[in-house]
């Protein structure tokens, strides 16, 4: 077995293959490749390959710092080929992080697996990780959802002067992005376990310039002229299926169902772009939105469990 660093111009679609066998929602090759060449100051990103006797690519590993990340605070993520499972190749990859690792002042990894992957937890706790969190995924039936016993609940809203748009109505400018962003930023400070969210220009220059990212669905709830809550959906016609990546209203609004009329803006988008599902996920410490997605006919799938190893 070979461990290497990473050939992007030739290792990143094998290493695509790699992550669509964890990954629930499959990635294509295009954000992979900007994900890896993006550079931003204080990034830090490691990745390695092994190379079987045939020097196909087996398993893949990166360790990354990102600009948002605390000092110290690493992620690092194993992925093997499913049919190499249990021959030693996660663990000749963690080893040999080990080394770059080194390198650097760390003082917590942080990492993830799959809640239907024993193995995989097993493989994290034998390195020192352990449970810090659990993220429960969820998704909603969207040909039989029905959205007219939900609207006499938010009829209210538009009385009071809350009006939702998607940010196309306001032409995808700067401005309109730069507000949308505000109430990302201060509703994403919000979940548990979140402790660092990118800055306006990342956030410009990654989310605004992807594949997925189109105005219409990026929907904002307003008061007067006030951005105060906000859901993003994410389009995935290879499947039929969409993705609410983030619904949050600010504190001061909350308890007014404006989140719900948020969720029913997203899956009404979704179900007039042809998704037959809507996909989401949610931390196991928010019961509000956990509560609200229940209400609307989620059902759970298996999640995600975040470890983190606190370096000695």
Known sequence: MIIRPVQPQTDLPRIVELVNTYEPEPISLAPVQRWCERVAPGRII??????????????????????????????IWVVVDPAKHKTGIGSLLYDAAQSFVRTQEVTSLKSETRENCPDGLRFAQKRGFSIERHHFESTLDLIAFEESPFLPEIESLHESGIEIHSLAVFGDCQTARKKLYEVNYATAMDIPGVTGWVSFEEFEATVCVSEWYRPEGQFAALDGENFIGLSAVKLMPENRGAYNLMTGVLPAYRGRKIALALKLAAIRYAKQHGAAYMRTNNDSQNPAILALNEKLGYRPEPGKYLLRNTME
């Not at 190379?51 to 990340?69: A, M, P």
């Open 46 to 75: 490691h990745m390695i390959v092994a190379l079987d006797t045939q020097e196909k690519i087996s398993g893949y590993c990166e360790v990354f710092h990102e600009t948002w990340f605390h000092p110290g605070e690493f992620q």
